[in-house]
């Protein structure tokens, strides 16, 4: 049985706040944002981020992965990448959810070769009681250590579509 963790009313919510944390504050640094999206768990979340930032935002897609059921493999596979020059740029990263970290220190680190004037991150969904070596600068929700899918998020490919986060009761199929 799934249960939900956060409406899709919430998050919209939420997503609207965070639009506004960040136009707030690039607006005086510049009028171009670079965001990032990193595929596939980001897809919705960025979709509807990037709507609520008032100001010019040019994307980027990239797609990485390294979870296999609901555990990191500790590996990361990474698909496609960046294309975009970003040398100079104000480049933000989004992610749909930071848990043991890997993934995000991968792309920060490489992203970080490029010189872009300054590289962020925003992460809807923050795992609580986890210490990863990667601080966010901007975070929709902190939420408990559960395995949660939906609103992007997936288990095996399976539920990224539930318009709202959700975690299995039970065992997961
Ligand atoms: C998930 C999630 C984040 C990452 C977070 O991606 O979308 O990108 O794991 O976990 P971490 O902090 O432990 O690295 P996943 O590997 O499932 O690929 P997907 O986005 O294509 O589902
Ligand atoms: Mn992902
Ligand atoms: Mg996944």
Known sequence: MIEVMISGEQIKQRVKELGREITEYYKDK????HAVCVLKGSIHFFSE???NIDMNVEYSFIQVSSY????????????SWID?????RY???VEDIL????TLSYILEYLKRYRP?????VTLLKKLGRTPQVTPDFVGFEIEDKFVI???LDYNEKYRNLPYIGWVKGDIK
């Open 30 to 33: 510049t009028d171009t944002l």
């Open 49 to 51: 981020l990037v709507q």
């Open 68 to 79: 296999s059921g609901v555990s990191s493999t500790g590996r990361i596979r990474v698909k």
């Open 84 to 88: 975009e020059p970003i040398e100079g």
């Open 91 to 93: 480049v933000i990263v």
């Open 99 to 102: 848990d043991t970290g890997l």
């Open 117 to 121: 004037a300054d590289l962020k991150v």
């Open 150 to 152: 939906g609103y992007g």
